[in-house]
């Protein structure tokens, strides 16, 4: 099976500091520049953190799996992250934790990205 039909998601990269113009003296002008429709796959993944006498403590990450031709930069913001109906998969704004690249036995297979919660949709920050 190709791995490009497991993404079945779809989010928008929000790529920080680019450089987006010049101002009339040719300083150049940088800011946020978003690419949208990108194929992905969001999962949840259950780990255990901690066992002691009230019980088993897990953490839930938010995992995003992308295709080997998106290379996700660390001061990316992901947001936007809905099925092909257009229905919320992940609410919020969230940046790159960590992005792990996978690899087959030749190549690049995909990237699998950790998300950390910046904030909901409204811009408020998550605690």
């Known amino acids: 099976m190709r791995f490009e039909r497991i993404l079945s998601h779809r989010c928008t990269i929000v790529l920080i500091g680019q450089k987006i113009g010049e101002t009339g003296y040719g300083k150049p002008v940088y800011g946020e520049v978003p690419i949208e429709n990108v194929p992905c ?5 259950m ?10 403590d897990f953490i839930t990450e938010n ?13 990316a913001k992901i947001k ?4 092909l ?9 969230y ?4 992005v ?6 030749v190549r690049l297979h995909h990237y699998e990205i950790t998300l950390q919660k910046e ?8 605690s």
């Open 80 to 83: 936007d992250i809905q099925d």
């Open 119 to 126: 904030s909901d949709g409204s811009g408020e920050k998550e």
């Open 63 to 75: 995992i995003l799996f992308v295709g080997p031709d998106r290379q996700i930069p660390s001061d």
């Open 47 to 56: 780990r255990r953190a901690s066992v002691d006498q009230y019980g088993v």
């Open 41 to 45: 796959r969001a999962d949840q993944i």
């Open 95 to 98: 940046s790159p934790e960590n």
């Open 100 to 105: 792990r690249p996978v690899y087959s036995k």
């Open 85 to 93: 109906k257009g229905n919320v998969v992940l609410e919020g704004v």
